[in-house]
């Protein structure tokens, strides 16, 4: 690992150390009149005042990185719990994939599921509605990171569109149980997009 850069604080407390300790050395051993300037010249007034003045910024840009630092590591930090989140979920979409490949669960879906009842998906879901609501039960979580940018749009597009192709294919998965031909090619799609997006986290 590369060393870490010098921060903007981390010189800022360097200057002010050496400006302090250099007119420490000045005023202790009365340099000006060694060199023949004479003092009484100078308006120690206005002088103190420019030294309040220049401690005073270094205090504030000191501060002001150090809330930007903090600042900054919140959101990494946001962002990395975002993305684990977004990561688990579409692990267990692919576990759930990997489920429906076994005959018995389909088969237990199909009989629990009423063929001839209208369902809801919101106040009476069918039984591969729910089985498919399953991986996204962290969602609402999700969704917050979504709304305060901690992930971008184009990652919000792509879980929409995973979201929409894992419930078809569930949805078609037991609908059309003795009709492969009709769930292959949305098996592979559902499939290929989730390992794509595992991948991409390296995970």
Not at 69 to 84: G, L, P, T
Not at 176 to 194: I, N
């Amino acid at each position: 690992m590369k060393e870490a850069r010098k921060t903007p604080v981390t010189i800022i407390v360097a200057v002010t150390v050496i400006l302090l300790i250099s007119y420490l050395i000045i005023d202790y051993f009365n340099i000006p009149t060694a060199l023949g300037i004479d003092i009484s010249r100078i308006n120690i007034d206005l002088l103190g005042n420019v030294i309040n003045v220049v401690i005073a910024i270094f205090v504030f840009v000191s501060g002001y990185c150090l809330i930007d630092r903090w600042n900054v590591k919140k959101v990494n930090n946001q962002k990395a719990i975002a993305e684990s989140v977004l990561h688990s979920i579409y692990k267990n979409c692919l576990l759930y994939v990997e489920y429906l490949d076994q005959p018995q669960i389909v088969k237990t879906l199909i009989e629990q599921t009423d063929f001839n009842k209208r369902y809801n998906s919101l106040g009476d879901p069918s039984p591969h509605m729910r089985y498919a609501q399953i991986p996204f039960t962290s969602e609402s979580s999700l969704l917050s990171y979504f709304q305060d940018g901690i992930l971008d749009k184009e990652s919000f597009d792509t879980y929409q569109s995973i979201k929409r192709a894992f419930t078809n294919y569930v949805f078609a998965r037991v609908i059309f149980f003795d009709a492969p031909e009709k769930y292959e090619t949305m098996h592979s799609e559902v499939v290929q997009l989730l390992k794509e997006q595992l991948r991409s986290y390296g995970k």
